[in-house]
């Protein structure tokens, strides 16, 4: 005679407990594959709009080959694949600031709005320290916090 087999209502439990923890590590793995992907947009962002202020203001230097301060934003900023949004930089002012935004590669975020990322940088041409006047030519001299 055979056994009867016995039904237990944990039958069947794991035929649908894998799949959803299957989808939701899934689900979470991409999400924390975009935020790093997000981050890493925004490194690049800001470094790219550093690199595309410190161009712009160079065009003022006496002696460069360089063109306008926006021309020389907008081709390191085009050199790194990025986009010049704003370049507050005009010739022979010594200053630049710049926003510069690049795209965010990703499934989730990108869908969700957030397919660019900006970053601000500003720059300031200072003469070297020995035509700069006043006090910074004689750092050496300054009292410190260790000087009684």
Known sequence: MRPT???NEQDGAASLTFPLLLWVTSLVAIVTVDIGAYLVAA????ALADAAALAAVSADV???QAGTPVREADRVTQAGDGWLEVCECRSDSERATVTVSVRVP???LPTLGASRVAADA???LAPPDDLAPGPTRDRARWPTT???
């Open 62 to 64: 006496v002696g460069a």
């Open 106 to 108: 990703g499934l989730v």
């Open 43 to 46: 490194q690049r962002a800001q």
């Open 5 to 7: 087999r016995r039904w």
């Open 146 to 148: 260790a000087d009684p």
């Open 122 to 124: 500003s720059a300031i």
